[in-house]
């Protein structure tokens, strides 16, 4: 099957009907069963109709409960939610590497994608330096989905949707939440805002910094040895 590209005009309208399916989806998926490719591709076309009305940095409110990275492991998120209440009973906070290393990146993502679109103010999901096209062809999303499809477009559908999430979240205006770290280059939340995020993530600079850099026992910034982003000490948290 040819690689496909969804246009962005083309959006799945709401209605009974839909959320008839979509709960029929997200049931589907709790199983760990993946859906049709037809519905992953209807599924990203709803979500990035969702996502790109959301800013760059999410107001939250709590209570709301945080959760790390997932990679894949699809039975600690099953795990996670028995812990912690389903959707749309608490509210989550979901702060990005979604996909790669575990086996199950297919349904962990997609579970979190239709839960998304499904209840829009009770989840947020927003982007890890995993969320990338080059990323993900070298640890493992990528082949997951040829493997379980047959083709790259449920990568490719995915990864459109990856360019569409956002890269921070404030709650109750005090706690600052972002899957990374900070950035040198960035003094500001106003200045993540005037990001333009619709994209693959960047080799370098405030938008990659987000995403890449980590907090570490040192004072002022420091070279990341990971060849993106930064280290940082506490010290720059309070400045």
């Not at 575990?102 to 995993?130: C, D, M, Q, W």
Request: proline share 4%.
């Amino acid at each position: 099957m040819g690689q496909q590209s969804i246009p962005t005009s083309k959006l799945v309208k709401k209605s009974g009907r839909a959320s008839t399916d979509l709960d029929g989806q997200i049931e589907q998926l709790k199983r760990c069963e993946p859906i049709s490719e037809e519905q992953v591709k209807r599924l990203c076309l709803k979500a990035r109709e969702i996502l790109i009305e959301e800013g760059n940095v999410q107001v939250i409110d709590s209570p709301v409960t945080i959760c790390g990275d997932i990679h894949g492991q699809f039975f600690d998120l099953i795990e996670l939610f028995k812990v912690g209440g389903f959707c749309p009973d608490t509210n989550y906070l979901f702060m990005g590497d979604f996909v790669d290393r575990g086996y199950y990146s297919v349904e962990t993502f997609l579970l979190l994608l239709a839960l998304k679109v499904r209840y829009p103010e009770r989840i947020t999901l927003i982007r890890g330096n995993h969320e990338s096209r080059q990323i993900t062809q070298v640890y493992g999303f990528y082949d997951e989905c040829q493997r379980k499809y047959g083709s790259s477009n449920v990568w490719r559908w995915c990864c459109e949707v990856f360019d569409y999430l956002a890269l921070g979240a404030v709650v109750d205006g005090r706690v600052f939440c972002v899957h990374g770290g900070l950035s040198p280059n960035l003094q500001t939340i106003d200045q993540i805002r005037s990001i333009d995020r619709k994209q693959e993530v960047p080799h370098d600079g405030p938008m990659c910094d987000l995403l890449w850099s980590d907090p570490d026992d040192i004072s002022g910034w420091g070279l990341s040895p990971r060849g993106a982003g930064f280290l940082f000490g506490a010290d720059i948290t309070k400045t």
